[in-house]
């Protein structure tokens, strides 16, 4: 897991703003994830991608968005469209869609003021 | 899709004695079956993990039991220490989405 990285680990956004959250990893892993955590919910998934230039939508995607342009990197953007997006944000990591553990990086906690 | 339920929400046992927590799944074809423990404000850590194809696996003092056919598992920490106390996340896959489906967590809390 210490080959996962998230950067940075507090932001604070105002009302109307875009967000980039980054994520890269140097384990060599093809599969890379983002999920939020809210108190008492777990972890919910927002966008996967399997390969690069290739993401998927997870269960929570409105007012999120991504891009996959190298296979080390997985910025989450949230945009203002995210009506509330106060939470704790982790990327995870894979080897491949046949393997299924995954690493998570150590998180960004994102508060919108 | 996949629904994974998670009990207790909450835990408190006294150092030494054993922990129970138990998940159940729904959907049939899920096959792999991690579980996570997750100190306050850092990142969920694997601990153990099952495939479908075992009932049981044991590393040291904790260990994961699937019953496939009541499709629930259930994680077992034994001789309990204060460093257990975490929060522990239970989660379900399935070979075809690649996607982890996990529990609610239970907070354990073990008092020395």
């Known amino acids: 897991d210490g080959g996962i990285t998230q950067s940075p680990k507090y932001l604070f956004r105002k009302e109307g703003q875009n967000v980039t959250l980054s994520c890269e990893q140097n384990?060599?892993?093809?599969?890379m994830y983002w999920y939020r955590q809210d108190p008492g919910q777990g972890l919910r998934l927002i966008y996967y991608?399997?390969?690069?230039?290739?993401?998927q939508k997870g269960d929570i995607a409105e007012g999120y968005s991504v891009s996959r342009e190298k296979k080390e990197s997985f910025p989450l953007t949230v945009t203002s469209a995210q009506k509330n997006p106060t939470a704790f944000y982790l990327c995870?990591?894979?080897?491949?869609?046949?393997?299924?553990?995954?690493?998570f990086g150590p998180g960004t906690r994102l508060t919108v003021l | 899709g996949e629904n994974v339920e998670q009990h207790p929400s909450t835990l408190s046992v006294q150092e030494g004695d054993s922990a129970v927590i138990k998940c159940t799944y729904s959907?049939?074809?899920?096959?792999?079956f991690p579980w996570y423990k997750q100190e306050l404000g850092k990142r969920p850590q694997l601990i153990i993990d099952?495939?479908?194809?075992?009932g049981e696996k044991k590393d040291q003092r904790i260990a994961v039991t699937l019953n496939k056919t009541a499709k629930h598992f259930s994680l077992h920490i034994t001789e309990t220490q204060p460093e257990d106390s975490a929060v522990y996340f239970c989660?379900?896959?399935?070979?075809?989405?690649?996607?982890?489906?996990f529990g609610t967590g239970t907070s354990l809390t073990v008092i020395p």
């Open positions: 959907d049939s074809a899920s096959n792999y």
């Open positions: 991608s399997q390969i690069v230039n290739d993401f």
């Open positions: 099952i495939r479908s194809n075992v």
């Open positions: 384990l060599n892993h093809d599969a």
């Open positions: 995870a990591s894979s080897r491949g869609p046949w393997v299924d553990t995954q690493y």
């Open positions: 989660a379900a896959s399935t070979n075809t989405g690649n996607q982890f489906y």
